[in-house]
């Protein structure tokens, strides 16, 4: 299936979130890389036999654990919950010998607030959705109405 994807303000933390747009059958996904939250649409009669109507599902995020293997391997853990056998988890995975500590990095949000646990995010990870906005604009030349429609995405 084609979609769209392009950058937007999360709603939870007010930085950059990907939207991912399946405009022939109307499902939406929006995620945030920064502090965890999703938003999904879903278009019941694509994923049911006799689906109708849509479903929604909201959660919210308590911040993200950003892996990179130092050969190979990525991967984005959005956290829905945060507690202290989890912290532990990516905090043992973190110093694991395969573990790139240059590029991965793990951040609590909590009650609108950032809290680098491990790691440095990336340069974006900490401006405001319309700075961030603004820059890709300026980064990718986009001028027209059109090309500004759809926010560059970059981590």
């Known amino acids: 299936m084609a979609s769209n994807m392009y950058a937007t303000e999360c709603p ?5 979130a990907i939207v991912d747009e399946y405009y022939k059958r109307g499902d939406r996904y929006l995620t945030c890389w920064r502090c965890g939250y999703c938003h999904t649409v879903e278009n019941r009669a ?3 036999k006799d689906g109708v109507g849509f479903e929604e599902e909201v959660c919210p995020g308590f911040g993200v654990f950003v892996w990179r293997g130092k050969k190979d391997g990525y991967q984005i ?3 829905g919950k945060f507690d202290e056998a989890l912290e532990r988890e990516y905090m043992e995975k973190f110093h694991e010998e395969g573990t790139d500590q240059e590029t991965s ?6 009650e609108g607030r950032f809290k680098v646990l491990a ?3 990336t340069e974006n990870f900490h401006l405001p959705f319309d700075v961030y906005r603004d820059k890709m604009y300026k980064e990718y030349d986009c001028v027209t109405e059109f090309e500004r429609y759809l926010v560059p995405i970059e981590e």
């Open 12 to 16: 939870q933390c007010g930085r950059s």
């Open 46 to 48: 694509f994923h049911e």
């Open 77 to 79: 853990t959005m956290l």
């Open 105 to 110: 990095y793990f951040v609590r949000y909590d």
């Open 119 to 121: 790691g440095k995010p």
